[in-house]
């Protein structure tokens, strides 16, 4: 059985700004230095590039460099042997930077026993079910808490303005969607609804 070798190897491919050229002994130009978003790489360039290379290349050139990568893995190291270098335009070889992700909006449930015997796990299924209707699981959670104090008027539930809302039943989860997150879509399929039958369909209470 064959000894497993200690360094493995694959292509890469890179993209980044020209920093600068690495000389050894003051004329021998050995390779260079890659500035990507992910930090500088040092690439070593194979021995026919090093003479085909022009030394006036002005820092700050895009490259797209495809090669060979070696990974040490006793000594954790990484190298990097340029095979190819080409030129590479801003628009298509800058990485992008990476979007924070979006807070949710979050609806607020009570799951305690109360709540529950009063219709608390159909009105959660009827939450996920309008949500998902309206595209909006990407944007607003259901969240679970414990005893809102309310739990003679049971479901409750708080809305992502702060806004409590009990006795709330399945039925009326697409009214309350549309309320809370009006959609021009929606609008048009309820066209008379308006804010006092609103305010009727639901026993509301006082922002918290």
């Known amino acids: 059985m064959s000894v497993c070798q200690s360094k493995e190897v694959s292509q890469f491919c890179l993209e980044g700004k020209f920093i600068e ?49 070696k990974c040490d893995r006793k000594g954790g190291k ?28 979050t609806i607020l449930m009570c799951q305690k026993s109360d709540c529950m015997k009063r219709g608390g796990k159909t009105l959660c299924q009827a939450l996920e079910a309008a949500l998902s209707d309206r595209g909006l699981e990407d944007q607003v959670t259901i969240k679970a808490t414990g005893c809102m104090k309310n739990c003679k008027a049971g479901p409750n539930i708080v809305m992502p303005d702060k806004t409590r809302y009990s006795r709330i039943q399945a039925d009326q989860v697409p009214l309350l969607m549309d309320k809370h997150f009006a959609r021009h879509n929606r ?13 009727e369909a639901f026993a509301k209470v006082s922002a918290i």
């Open 21 to 69: 050229f690495v000389i050894k002994d003051g004329y021998k130009l050995k390779g260079l230095l890659l500035g990507t978003y992910d930090g500088e790489y040092y690439i070593k360039l194979a021995k026919n590039l090093r003479y085909a290379f022009d030394l006036r290349l002005q820092p700050g050139t895009w490259l797209q460099v495809v090669g060979e990568k």
């Open 187 to 199: 609008e048009e399929q309820h066209p008379a609804i308006s804010q006092p039958h609103l305010n």
């Open 78 to 105: 990484v190298a990097f042997k340029a095979e190819r270098v080409m030129a590479a335009t801003a628009n298509t070889s800058a990485p992008t930077h990476p979007q924070p992700p979006k807070t949710k909006a």
